[in-house]
C-alpha cells in the first residue's frame, strides 16, 4: 500500500533531521533594539516589563520576557533551544552543576570582562563572583539575589513576650516556649521544599560536612549526619512542625498563625506583603544563628539565580550588552524598585527597609554566604534527597533507611562522574 | 424508577458535585490581605472583581484571548470533520482492514504528550512554525482527530448501513452521502466532539508553553500558569479568579449547546 | 481531497477502495506527522543515553535493563493499575449513572448541567481547589469536623490512600464528559425495538440489561477505551497535587517518566519509560477495542 510508505518515508527523513546536529544562528552583532529573555521565574514578568522603561532610556534595549512557570520543563526547553535558532540572547539559569554543565558544553558565553568592570567600580562583592567562575573565567551575571532567613509573625512573637534569638539555644527556647503555648513553631512541607531545615542544621552545625556533602566527600550515612537527622527528628516528635500535608500558601500560613517561623529566601516579603502583612510591623526577619556556637561566622544560606546569554545566539551581542548595563547601579536600583528583593550591587538603593539592613548585615565580617542545598548539590541526588527529606517529614523515624537511599544514589552519581 | 426519584436523585448528586464550585467561588471572592484557609466554607468578603483584574493585570491574559479563541474553534471544527471522514471511510466505506487504520489514527492519543514535546519544539522551531498561530491550530487539530474518529467510528456504527445503501441507489456520489446523509444525522454527536475538544484546548497548558513565547500566540492558560511561582506573583484568591475568568467561556459553550442533547431518541432511527 | 470518481480497476469487490482512502487519508496524516514522528524520537532516545546537551550516544537497551531493574519502577506500575482499576469504576460508573438517569427525564440537560461544570473548569482552578479540600486542615477536614470526625487521616500523605483520593477528584472532573458520551450512545439507539421492549413490559435493570447495554456497546467502548487511555496516563492531578510524594508513594509512571526526563535530565531512562507506558497501553486499547469492536458485528 502506497499509502502506508509514504508516512513511513516522512519519518524517517525527519528523524534524520532531528537527529542532524548543530543550530543556533549567526551574531547580528547588535547592540540595540529588543531582546528575547526567557525566564522561569514567570510570575516576574510584570517587573521586568516595568524596567524596560529604564533599560531602554539608559541603554536602548527592551527585553521581550517569555515567563515559564515550571522550572524543569524550563531547563529542558532552555537546553533544547541550543540546537534551534532560537537560542537564547538572554535566560535565567541556576548556579552550582547546572551552570557548569552548561559551561563545560561551551554553551554559555563568557562575561569575564563585565565582571572585571563591575568588580573594580565596587558594583558586586567580589567573593560572589566565584559562583560564576570556571577554569577562571566568568559566565552569566547575577540577576537576583536571596539570603535564606528566619521569617516571623511579629505579633505571635510580642504575644508571647519573645525576641528575635541571637544564639541557637535562644531558637530553641523559642521553639520550647511556643509549643507549652500551642503555638506550632516552624513550618514544613512535604513536597519539593523539603530541605532548607536539614540544610539549616548541616551547614550550621559544621560548614565543612555541609560541604564534603556536596562534593561527595562526606557520605549521608555519615554519623555526624545521622546525628544531625535524629535531632530533627526529635523536634519533629516534639511538635515542633507545621502539618506535612498542609497545602496552605506559606505566606497565609504564617499569617493566619498556622505556625510562628518560616525559614525561607528574602524574595518571601513579595509574597507576605501580598498576603496583606506590612514589613516591620506584621512580620519581621532574623538571621538564624549557628547551631555551633564555636563557629567563628554564621553560615547564611545564599541563592544567587544567573542571567545567561547562549554562546550561539544570534543576539549574543545584544544580550551581553543588557548583561553590562544589568550590573550598574542605575540597573539594580530600578530593578529592586520593580522586584522589591535586595540587591546585589551594594551602591543599588534597596526601597525595602528591612532588605537594606538584610544585605548589610550578612555582608559584615561575622557572617559567610554558602550556597544553597537545591544548587550546590548535582540533580539526580537532590531529586532523591528531596523524595526521602519529604518521606522523611511524612513519617519521621529511623532516618538511616531514607540516608542510604539518598546515599546509593549518591554513590552512582559520583561513580558516574569519574 | 419514577421520574421524581430520578429527579431527585440527580438534584442530591448534583448538588455534591457543585461544592467544590461552590468553594472555588467564594474563596475566589476573598480579598487577598484578609484570606485565610481557617474558613473554607463561608463567604467573607466580596473582591471578585479585584481579583480578576489583578489577575487581567499580572498574566497579561487580555492578548491571549483572541488567539485561544481561534484555537478552540478552528482545529476542533477541522478534527471533527477529519475525524468523521475517517469514521464514514471505515464503517459506511468499509475501507479494507479497516480496524488497522483505526488503530493507527487511535494509536495518537496513547502515548504521554510530556514525551513529544521536546521533539515537536525542535521540528517547529526548524520549520518556522513556532510561535504562529497556523503551527498551533496544527497541533491543536494532531491531538483532537483520534478521539473524534473515534467517537464517529463508533457512532456511525449505529447506523445501518442500507442507509448508505439506498443513497448509493439515488446515485449519490460518497462525498455527498458524507457531507448530506451521515453528517446531519451526527449531529449532536458532532457537537458534543466539538465542545468537549474546545475545551480541552481552551484549557491547554503544555503544548501552549512549548510551542509558543509571543503573548499574541500563547494561549490563555499558559499565560494565567505563569502568574504564579514559589517566588512570589499571585496570592491563591487571585490565581482562583483568575481561573474562573478563564473558564466562564467554557461553561457558558456547555450551557448554549444544552438543547443539542436534549432530543431524545431522535436520531439512528433510519 | 477525496478521489470519489476514481475508476475502480483492480477490484470490483471494493467500489469505495480508493474513495475510502481518500477520506481517512486526512486523519492518518496528522496523527502521523504530528503525533507518530516524535515517538520515532522517542524510541530512539531510549536505546541512547542523552543528558538533553550534546549528542545522544547509543546504549542498547541498557535503559530498559535499569528501568525494570528499579524497585520504585514496580511501585509506579502498580499505582498506574490502581488508576486504571479506580477510573474505570468510578467516573465510568457514575457518568453512566446519570446518563441513564437524565435520559428522556424532562429537564434531564439541565440535571446533567453541574456534572459538566468540573469538565469546563480550567485545570489550574481545579489543582488549586481540591489541594484545599484536602490538605492538612482543609475545607474537607473542616467540614467533617463540624460534624465532630475530627481523628481524620491525613489524605496527601497516606499511601494508598492518597491515590485513591486523587482517583475522586480526578472522577469529579470526568463523569461530565463519560455521561455526555453515554447520552449520545443511548440517542442512537433506534426506537422500534425499545418501544418493542416496553410492550413486552420491560422496564428498569431488565430493558436496561436486554436493550439498553447491548445497544450502548459502540458508546461504551469510546468511553471505556478512554478512560483506560486516560488513567495509564495520568499525570497532572499527581503532578499537581503530591509530586508523587511522600517519598515516591504515590508515583505513576507517567510522573516517573518525567522525572527522569525533565528533573534528572535522564532522557534515554525517561524515553524508556514512555515507550513501555505507550506498548502497554497500546497493547490494553488493541485487545479491548478489537473484542468489543467485533461483538459489535454480530449484534
Known amino acids: 500500500m502506497r499509502t502506508r510508505k509514504i508516512p513511513l518515508a516522512v519519518a524517517l527523513a525527519a528523524g534524520l533531521v532531528l537527529t542532524a546536529c548543530g543550530g543556533g544562528g549567526e551574531d547580528d552583532g547588535a547592540t540595540t533594539g529588543t531582546l528575547d529573555f526567557y525566564t522561569n521565574k514567570a510570575a516576574w514578568e510584570p517587573d521586568f516589563d516595568e524596567l524596560n522603561a529604564t533599560s531602554e532610556s539608559d541603554a536602548d534595549i527592551t527585553l521581550n520576557t517569555t515567563g515559564y512557570s515550571d522550572a524543569d520543563q524550563y531547563d529542558a526547553f532552555i537546553k533544547q533551544s541550543f540546537r534551534t535558532d532560537k537560542s537564547p540572547g538572554l535566560f535565567t539559569w541556576q548556579t552550582g552543576p547546572s ?188 538571621v538564624i544563628p549557628a547551631v555551633n556556637p564555636d563557629l567563628a561566622k554564621t553560615p547564611v544560606a545564599v541563592e544567587s539565580g544567573p542571567l545567561c546569554v547562549a554562546e550561539n545566539s544570534s543576539q549574543k551581542t545584544l544580550g551581553l550588552a543588557y548583561s553590562e548595563w544589568w550590573m550598574s547601579p542605575e540597573a539594580q536600583t530600578a530593578w529592586s524598585e520593580a522586584r522589591g528583593d535586595v540587591a546585589f550591587n551594594p551602591k543599588a538603593t534597596v526601597a525595602d527597609p528591612m532588605l537594606e539592613e538584610l544585605g548589610t548585615t550578612v555582608s559584615g565580617d561575622d557572617y559567610e554566604l554558602y550556597d544553597r542545598y537545591y544548587e550546590a548539590t548535582p540533580t539526580p541526588i537532590l531529586t532523591v534527597a528531596l523524595e526521602q527529606f519529604g518521606a522523611f517529614i511524612a513519617d519521621p523515624g529511623d532516618p538511616l533507611p531514607y540516608l542510604e537511599t539518598i546515599q546509593a544514589e549518591a554513590d552512582d552519581y559520583w561513580a558516574d562522574q569519574e | 424508577m419514577s421520574r421524581v426519584i430520578r429527579t431527585g436523585v440527580l438534584i442530591v448528586l448534583g448538588l455534591i458535585w457543585l461544592l467544590p464550585v461552590y468553594l472555588l467561588l467564594i474563596n475566589a471572592a476573598k480579598a487577598p490581605e484578609t484570606f485565610t484557609t481557617a474558613e473554607s466554607w463561608r463567604p ?30 478552528v482545529s476542533p471544527a477541522i478534527a471533527v470533520l477529519i475525524g468523521s471522514a475517517a469514521g464514514f471511510a471505515i464503517v459506511a466505506l468499509r475501507l479494507r482492514h479497516g480496524f488497522a487504520w483505526f488503530v493507527a489514527i487511535f494509536g495518537g492519543t496513547v502515548f504521554p504528550l510530556q514525551m ?155 | 481531497m477525496t478521489s470519489d470518481k476514481t475508476p475502480t480497476v483492480k477490484a470490483p469487490k471494493d467500489p469505495y477502495r480508493w474513495s475510502a482512502l481518500g477520506f481517512i487519508a486526512p486523519g492518518v496524516l496528522f496523527v502521523a506527522v504530528l503525533l507518530y514522528l516524535p515517538l520515532l524520537w522517542t524510541t530512539f532516545l531510549s536505546l541512547t543515553e542523552y543528558n538533553g546537551l550534546g549528542d545522544p550516544e547509543w546504549v542498547g537497551v541498557e535503559n530498559y535493563v535499569e528501568m525494570f531493574d528499579d524497585p520504585q519502577f514496580l511501585g509506579s506500575v502498580f499505582n498506574t493499575l490502581l488508576w486504571v482499576v479506580g477510573t474505570l469504576l468510578v467516573p465510568v460508573g457514575i457518568g453512566l449513572g446519570v446518563a441513564l438517569l437524565t435520559w428522556n427525564l424532562a429537564g434531564g440537560s439541565w440535571l446533567r448541567l453541574p456534572f459538566l461544570i468540573p469538565y469546563a473548569l480550567s485545570g489550574i482552578g481545579v489543582a488549586v481547589i481540591w489541594s484545599f479540600i484536602l490538605g492538612g486542615d482543609g475545607a474537607l477536614d473542616q467540614a467533617l469536623a463540624a460534624f465532630g470526625i475530627v481523628d481524620t487521616p491525613r489524605w496527601l500523605v497516606d499511601a494508598p490512600l492518597n491515590t485513591v483520593v486523587m482517583i475522586l477528584a480526578t472522577a469529579w472532573q470526568g463523569v461530565g464528559v463519560n455521561a455526555l458520551l453515554f447520552t449520545i450512545g443511548l440517542q442512537s439507539i433506534p426506537k422500534e425495538p425499545l418501544e418493542a421492549a416496553r410492550m413486552d413490559g420491560a422496564t428498569g435493570l431488565r430493558l436496561f440489561r436486554s436493550i439498553l447495554w447491548p445497544m450502548l456497546r459502540p458508546l461504551t467502548a469510546v468511553v471505556v477505551g478512554l478512560s483506560i487511555v486516560a488513567s495509564l496516563k495520568t499525570f497532572d492531578i499527581v503532578q499537581g497535587m503530591t509530586k508523587g510524594g511522600p517519598g515516591r508513594e504515590s508515583e505513576t509512571l507517567a510522573l516517573t517518566m518525567y522525572k527522569e526526563t525533565f528533573v534528572n535530565s535522564e532522557y534515554g531512562l525517561g524515553s524508556a519509560i514512555a515507550v513501555f507506558l505507550t506498548v502497554v497501553t497500546l497493547a490494553a486499547a488493541i485487545l479491548y477495542l478489537r473484542e468489543q469492536l467485533s461483538r459489535k458485528h454480530e449484534a
Open chain 2, 44 to 73: 467573607t468578603d466580596f473582591s471578585l472583581f479585584g481579583n480578576i483584574a489583578e489577575a487581567m493585570r499580572l498574566s497579561g491574559l487580555g492578548e491571549s484571548v483572541a488567539s485561544t479563541l481561534l484555537y478552540a474553534v
Open chain 1, 99 to 286: 551552570l557548569a554543565e552548561l559551561v563545560d558544553e561551551g554553551l554559555v558565553a563568557e562575561t569575564t570582562d563585565i565582571w572585571t568592570e563591575a568588580v573594580d567600580e565596587g558594583w558586586v562583592a567580589a567573593d560572589m563572583r566565584e559562583a560564576y567562575t570556571f577554569d577562571g573565567k566568568q559566565y552569566c551575571v547575577p540577576m537576583n539575589i536571596a539570603y535564606w532567613v528566619m521569617y516571623y509573625n511579629k505579633h505571635v512573637f510580642e504575644e508571647q513576650g519573645l525576641e528575635e534569638p541571637t544564639t541557637w539555644a535562644e531558637l530553641d527556647a523559642i521553639a520550647e516556649r511556643l509549643t507549652e503555648a500551642g503555638i506550632t513553631p516552624y513550618y514544613q512541607t512535604s513536597t519539593l521544599f523539603t530541605f532548607p531545615w536539614f540544610q539549616q542544621l548541616v551547614a550550621g552545625t559544621d560548614p565543612e560536612l555541609y560541604n564534603g556533602l556536596a562534593t561527595g566527600e562526606v557520605q549521608y550515612t555519615d554519623p555526624r549526619i545521622v546525628a544531625i537527622m535524629e535531632t530533627w527528628r526529635d523536634q519533629q516528635e516534639a511538635g515542633w512542625f507545621s502539618d506535612a500535608g498542609s497545602t496552605v500558601d506559606p505566606a497565609v500560613g504564617l499569617k493566619q498563625g498556622d505556625f510562628a517561623m518560616i525559614n525561607f529566601g528574602s524574595f518571601f516579603n513579595g509574597s507576605l506583603d501580598g498576603a496583606g502583612m506590612v514589613s516591620g510591623e506584621d512580620y519581621d526577619m532574623f
Open chain 2, 116 to 270: 513529544i514535546l521536546l521533539p515537536m519544539f525542535d521540528a517547529y522551531s526548524r520549520t518556522g512554525l513556532f510561535d504562529t498561530r497556523t503551527g498551533m491550530v496544527i497541533v491543536y487539530t494532531a491531538i483532537s482527530v483520534p478521539f473524534s474518529a473515534f467517537v464517529m467510528r463508533n457512532f456511525f456504527t449505529g447506523i445501518a448501513h442500507n442507509v448508505f445503501e439506498a443513497a448509493v441507489l439515488d446515485g449519490a456520489s460518497t462525498l455527498r452521502i458524507f457531507t448530506r446523509v451521515y453528517l446531519p444525522m451526527a449531529s449532536s454527536a458532532l457537537v458534543a466532539i466539538f465542545i468537549l475538544q474546545a475545551t480541552f484546548i481552551w484549557n491547554d497548558f503544555l503544548l501552549g508553553l512549548t510551542l509558543s513565547q509571543s503573548d499574541t500566540v500563547r494561549p490563555i492558560v499558559t499565560s494565567l500558569a505563569g502568574m504564579q511561582s514559589t517566588y512570589g506573583g499571585a496570592q491563591m484568591s487571585t490565581v482562583l479568579a483568575g481561573g474562573l475568568l478563564v473558564s466562564l467561556p467554557t461553561v457558558v459553550l456547555f450551557l448554549c449547546t444544552q438543547k443539542f442533547f436534549a432530543r431524545g431518541l431522535a436520531l439512528g432511527q433510519y
